[in-house]
């Protein structure tokens, strides 16, 4: 039988998070592990008049790739992948990874390469999401590697999983548009503000918003969601920053990132693990040594890291900066084939607005 907890993340992304209506060619991607997720899904979209197309995936295939194509394999993109990119009216991706690391031992240059030649996929997708032609949602399954990763057992983390959801609730698409208005109030007070001053342990950071849109991610592309993002002025970021948890990129994990920015650029960069590994993701191309977005973690049913972005992101009382591609429903106009995100935690840090004390210890005082 069916977790209820699990149909109704399908109700809640079905029908909250992509409005899935008659008609639309829905694109659902995931590992095999969230099969019990990905049948859900099946069934309400075909309900709904929609047409499923389902990408199922593999940690070792991904592992495979890597290892093993040429130089010329790396570089290729797919007319097939273009198409799907260019035509899918709703895409329903799912984190459900039976290895967290699968990369862990593949030459960071090779995934490099492949990301660059996919840079073209992300300027669609960024595209096609912010004229309202795609919708789209990335939402998580709870898997025994992710559990291991976040250092809980796995009944903890499912429990965890579905808090974060809010699908642990009676009706969750109700107490997540009340979620919404809460994060509509804090988007306003933000659209006000010219330049946000950051200071926290070893940080102290200007960063440029003003003419800039902030956008209330309240569970409609990601689910768990409770956040409100913008993207800074491209040469509006000055001083530096200290990221307070490890990032993930391609299954490599790096630590104790400091980051020091001079008219919007990163000027000094260092890790206390993985310093290899972040010079590498900051030379991807021109866009990637720029900020693309800067945003406030708003769940509080979130507490702790986990090592996985969606839902580190949302810690509540942490912001998190992401460096490459802005989104351009912002306004924001860097270009990258990346877009990383670190997080710095602020339940100790303060934020000011033009000056004003607008935040404190993880909360905002409004």
């Not at 019990?36 to 295939?61: F, K, N």
């Not at 984190?95 to 390469?113: F, G, N, Q, Y």
């Not at 789209?136 to 976040?150: D, F, G, S």
């Not at 991610?217 to 800074?232: I, K, L, R, S, Y």
Request: charged share 30%; with cysteine.
């Amino acid at each position: 039988m069916i977790d209820p907890r699990v149909s109704r993340l399908a109700e809640l992304v079905t029908d909250y998070s992509v409005s899935v209506r008659s008609g639309d060619e829905v694109l659902i991607r995931a590992e095999v592990e969230a099969l019990p997720l990905v049948r859900e899904l099946v069934r309400l979209v075909v309900l709904r008049g929609g047409y499923p197309h389902i990408m199922l995936g593999d940690s070792q295939v991904d592992e495979i790739f890597y290892r093993y194509a040429s130089d010329p394999v790396l570089r290729h993109l797919s007319p097939i992948e273009k198409f799907i990119q260019e035509n899918i009216d709703v895409s329903i991706s799912i984190i459900s990874s039976s290895h967290t690391k699968p990369l862990v031992s593949v030459d960071p240059e090779r995934i490099r390469i492949r990301r660059a030649a996919r840079a073209e996929l992300t300027e669609i997708f960024m595209r096609r999401q912010a004229s309202g032609e795609l919708r789209w949602n990335v939402t998580i399954y709870p898997t025994n590697a992710l559990a291991q990763e976040a250092g809980m057992g796995p009944v903890e983390y499912e429990e965890f999983i579905f808090s974060a959801c809010m699908v642990d609730r009676d009706d969750p698409i109700e107490a997540w548009r009340r979620k919404a208005e809460e994060q509509e109030r804090i988007v306003g007070l933000l659209s006000e503000v010219d330049e946000l001053r950051v200071v926290a342990e070893k940080t102290d950071l200007l960063i440029k918003v003003g003419g800039r849109k902030w956008i209330n991610d309240d569970g409609h592309h990601n689910m768990p969601a409770g956040e409100v993002f913008t993207a800074p002025v491209e040469d509006g970021v000055e001083g530096r920053v200290a990221f307070s948890f490890p990032a993930i990129w391609g299954g490599f994990e790096v630590d104790g990132v400091r980051l020091e920015f001079r008219n919007g650029a990163i000027v000094n960069a260092s890790a206390e693990k993985g310093a290899d590994k972040l010079r590498k993701i900051i030379e991807t191309d021109e866009g990637s040594r720029r900020l693309g977005e800067v945003a406030f973690g708003l769940n509080y049913n979130i507490t702790r890291p986990t090592k996985q972005i969606l839902l580190d992101e949302k810690i509540g009382g942490t912001m998190h900066m992401a460096l490459g591609a802005a989104y351009p429903e912002t306004g924001g106009t860097n270009k990258s084939s990346i877009h990383w995100d670190l997080i710095l935690d602020l339940r100790r840090g303060r934020v000011y607005g033009d000056n004003e004390l607008i935040y404190e210890n993880g909360r905002f005082l409004a």
